[in-house]
């Protein structure tokens, strides 16, 4: 009979299959310091290092004495939630010798982070021999990895380093696995792999990158433009950046197969340049953004019109958290999307400002997008500022007095 400790994720304890920890009614304490004798399980371990990493703010005049207190109080936790006829030593025993306390970990005891090492150190020294036997290995552990080590002690900094030990591993393989599916031209696999990872690495811009070269491959053109879209909506409130050179580099490809290019004729050029779908304003990133600006800023020089271009800011005053800032991006690009007409070009220059070039409008534009956005965005009337200016006016002056 073994006992198997999963850490990846969630953390349990199981002995033939079912969970012996989850229900128990145990303390926060006791439930910190089983996971640290785990983490740095076969390892000596000074009461001092144990008192500072799980006790910081302890104020205890015998800090040494409540240790003990805590360490029997969690050997007879243990003891009480396996079945009578085991005998927990030949699974786990904590120990306190010449001044140090020590969990050692049994032979009848698996716990992940060891399988999946080991998974990994067995698919490398097959990888350059046997593919097909590495991939299968890489594979095996990936699944064991479901989420952050100990996930449910985010705020615990002695865990950082082990955490982000197991994250780098788990990315190194998952990439390791994806160029030797690639040899194979597998790109269907990698799809999946890349849609599994995701969904525990949201923010890794290489998963991106990668499913969405893969799904070009396969011909899933809309598909490629599709998860870019979404991977930009996503971008203003967390680690993934539209502006970086792979992201450039990913939506030029997306764009060059967008649509299928026949041979063309002067004849017929207007007809095949020309976008039928685009019927609203153009949403963009910031370094298109600053292209068109410049572009249109040195065409305005050589033109005279009635209408002038402008730059609108909008501004959100607010501290938001992750949840909000996503919910504040949607909101504001549907709103945009409704407000603005053809022509008009926006992006969000960071995760609480967007930009917005107005081209061709009489003085009274800017007043009438301002009370459109209001009206399609009635929630945040009063934690938004709008401010424009023309595009011509040198010194940059926010004309919110036409407003």
Known sequence: MKLYIKTLGGFDVKLNDESIFKDTNRSYKLYRLFQYFITFKNKKLLPESIIDNLWPDNESYDPKNM??????????????????????????????????????????????????????????????VDTNGAINLYRSALEIYNGSYLEESPYELWLVPIRNYYRRLYLKTLFKLIEILEEKERYEDIIVLCEDALAIEPYEEAIHIYLMECLLKQGQIKSALSHYEYVTSIQSFEQVSVSSIAMKDIYNKIQNQYSVKGEIQISNMNNCLEDEDLTGPLFCDSTYFKFSYNLRK???????????????????NKDCGKEELN?????????????????????????????????????????????????????????????????????????????
């Not at 120990?95 to 080991?118: A, P």
């Not at 005279?304 to 800011?313: A, T």
């Open 298 to 316: 040195k065409k305005r020089k050589k033109i005279s019109s009635d209408e002038d271009d402008y730059i609108c800011l909008i501004t959100l």
């Open 327 to 403: 919910k504040w991006t949607k909101q504001m690009k549907m709103t945009l999307e409704k407000s603005l007409r053809k022509g008009h070009i926006f992006t969000f220059w960071n995760d609480t400002q967007i930009i917005i070039l107005l081209l061709d409008s009489n003085e009274y534009g800017p007043k009438r997008i301002k009370e459109r956005i209001f009206a399609n965005l009635a929630s945040y009337m009063n934690e938004i500022q709008i401010g424009f200016t023309k595009l011509s006016n040198e010194d940059h002056y926010l004309i919110d007095s036409i407003i």
């Open 67 to 128: 240790l003990r207190v805590q360490i029997y109080r969690l050997r007879q936790n243990i003891y009480s939630i396996v079945p009578e006829d085991i005998d927990i030593s030949d699974y786990l025993e904590i120990s306190f010798n010449n001044g140090y306390y020590s969990l050692s970990v049994r032979e009848n005891t698996i716990i992940d982070i060891d399988v999946f090492e080991q998974l990994i150190l067995n698919g490398d020294n097959i990888k350059s």
